[in-house]
């Protein structure tokens, strides 16, 4: 039974605390026309992600994880390029 309301208790900080403070910052930031910086910084919550599980778990990094981020910093370079119109 307490491993249950463990669980339940986490499941309500996940959902009521930590999605709706996210979508309350992305819908402020939003909001505010900072769009460019929002979308790269959801870009790289992922990369982040991954290095802090690494820090904290001692988690190797897999070989999709980071080919998968290197096509996200590419896709990143590519978006940032178009916008300010400054590849070469």
């Known amino acids: 039974s307490s491993d249950l309301a463990t669980t339940i208790i986490s499941i309500l900080i996940l959902g009521i605390i ?6 309350v910052l992305w ?6 026309g900072h769009t460019h910086t929002t979308a790269n910084a ?35 370079i590519i978006q940032s390029c178009f916008k300010h119109r400054s590849c070469h």
């Open 18 to 23: 930590m999605d709706s403070l996210a979508f």
């Open 27 to 32: 819908f402020r930031s939003l909001h505010e």
């Open 42 to 76: 959801v870009f790289a919550i992922p990369f982040l992600a991954m290095v802090w599980t690494y820090l904290l778990n001692n988690e190797p990094f897999a070989l999709a994880s980071v080919i998968g981020m290197l096509l996200i910093i590419v896709g990143i």
